[in-house]
Every structure is written in C-alpha cells, then in structure tokens.
C-alpha cells in the first residue's frame, strides 16, 4: 500500500508559468514532510521539511505547505533551471526511516 | 565540507556473482541509512545504522544482502550471490541526528545484473 503519491507524474511547463506539485500521504503520526529535488544521474537533494499542517517554507521559486493529509510544492515563475524530478518523503513515528514517493518530473521550457 | 560519497558509481555484474558498494558519510554523522530505488518504483528503506550499531535492518530484501559499518564510519553493502531483480541505484544518507531531520544523499550507485 502507497504511503505517499506525488501527482501529476510528469509535468511540462514554459517558463514563468506557475504551478504546484501536490504529495499525499496516509502514514500515521507523521513526524516531518520531507522535498527533496533529484537531478538526473545524482542523488536526492535537501530542500525542506515541514513538522505541521499549516507550516509553509520558501527558498527562491519554491514554496513548500502542509495539511493534515497532503503537502504541496508551488513553482512560481519557474525557469528551465528548475527542471529535476522533486521527490516527496514522509517520516513516520513509529519507523525511523523516510517513506517516498515516486516523484514529480518537471520540466520546464524556455 | 565533503558531502555524502558513494563507490563505486557504476558496477555491472553477472547473476550470481559478488558485488560491495561503499558509502561514506559526512564526517561527524553518526547516523547511516541505505535506500535503493528499483526502475519505476519509489525509492525505499533498506537500513539504518546509528554509529556502528544496526538500528534498523527490517528494509534489507533477504539474506543475500549484508551491510556493515565498522568503526562507524564508512559502510559497505554486499550483494552475494546477486540475482536480476537486484539492479537499480543505491543510495546512501547521512544525517546529524536521530530522527525526523534533514538526511544528505550521496551520488548512488547503478547496480546492473545481467
């Protein structure tokens, strides 16, 4: 069963087009949300952790929120350096490990 | 600071044989995790080590997988005998603290069994 599911899979976007990437999760007592962005060929990369719902977090063109069930990932006036795949995690109480989803390819077009 | 390195970052192997993937963390971190993300799927769990202690090894797929962490330091994962459904990229993590807080990802490792 799917603790977390990132839509849409894919998502092409021309720059300066905003839009949002959403990340639910069912697992129970969850301890942080975790956004992490993966280039091709490289490992998964920091970018936020919110610990709860109505928390949100900024760094340049991404905005990170969280409810009680979803979080999501707002590009706003994306630019082809934005292109990566953001990956969602989610760190559950009674495990000490991060449960991630699948991803969401972005691309972004000049 | 170094971040989070990974050896090698390609390996290619027949079914059956014998493969060791190394991680080394940023230095300070006592905590160790190995993820492993097989085509198509999410990138999952395989285990944890807090220092040299195993804190978590319920992710590890069966017996023929065997990671150590001597010193508690750099750690090894050994694939014996490797099988097909063993491909995919590993990864390696280190963070700080116990816990809910940020881990740092190393490059991988593209493990492919022919």
């Known amino acids: 069963e799917d603790q977390v599911t990132q839509s849409p899979e894919a998502l092409r976007l021309q720059e300066g087009e905003s839009s949002s990437l959403n990340c639910s999760y069912t697992?129970?007592?969850?301890?942080?949300l975790f956004w992490y962005r993966q280039d091709p060929g490289k490992g998964p990369e920091f970018l936020f952790t919110?610990?709860?719902a109505g928390e949100e977090k900024e760094k340049e063109r991404l905005k990170a929120t969280l409810t009680k069930k979803e979080s999501f990932l707002h590009i706003t006036a994306p630019k082809p350096e934005d292109s990566a795949t953001y990956l969602c995690a989610a760190f559950e109480g009674g495990n000490n490990r991060l449960a991630f989803g699948k991803g969401n390819q972005v691309v972004v077009i000049p | 600071e170094a971040g989070v390195t990974q050896f090698p970052s390609h390996s290619v192997i027949e079914k059956g044989q014998t493969v060791t993937l190394r991680c080394d963390p940023i230095s300070g971190h006592d905590n160790l995790y190995w993820y492993r993300r097989v085509m198509g799927k999410e990138i999952k769990f395989l285990l944890h080590f807090v220092k040299e202690s195993k804190q978590d090894e319920s992710g590890m797929p069966n017996n023929r997988f065997l990671a150590e962490r001597t010193g508690g330091t750099y750690s090894t994962l050994k694939v014996q005998p490797a099988e097909l459904e063993d491909s995919g990229v590993y990864f390696c993590a280190s963070s700080h603290r116990q816990g809910p807080y940020e881990q740092y990802f190393g490059p991988g490792t593209r493990l492919t069994v022919t």
């Open positions: 697992v129970s007592g969850l301890r942080g």
């Open positions: 919110l610990y709860s």
